[in-house]
């Protein structure tokens, strides 16, 4: 299965968003979950902190299409080919293509999770 460029989208750190280091993982699951209320996506919350969430943490759907995302509100670790590839294998679960998957971090990736 490939894996399409948008499939990891980074939140990067600049000046004007210094606050988002303080949010804590639920918090940033609930930003990111707004950006994409704001552009018009049903927004399913399936995260959890206090357990496994199948590597989901939003489901999106709008207008026939459906996308799953996965947050990562690391500050101290670069996010790796292995959250990449976890994705991966839980959008063929759900038998999506990868263009179907998105990643947003606050960290960065690494050159292999790039």
């Avoid at 004007?16 to 979950?33: C, I, K, N, S, Y």
């Avoid at 999106?60 to 991966?88: F, I, M, N, P, Y």
């Amino acid at each position: 299965m490939a894996i399409a460029p948008d499939v990891a989208v980074q939140v990067a750190a600049t000046a004007e968003t210094p606050q988002l280091r303080h949010l804590d993982a639920e918090e940033f699951e609930w930003l990111v979950g707004e950006v994409f209320r704001r552009d018009g996506w049903k927004v399913e919350e399936t995260g959890r902190q206090d357990g496994p969430d199948g590597n989901v943490d939003l489901g999106l759907s709008k207008a026939g299409e459906r996308r799953l995302v996965q947050c990562k509100h690391w500050t101290s670790w670069h996010v790796g080919v292995d959250e990449v590839r976890k994705l991966a294998g839980t959008l063929l679960r759900e038998r999506l293509d990868g263009s179907e998957g998105i990643l947003v971090t606050y960290s960065e990736f690494t050159p292999p999770g790039s």
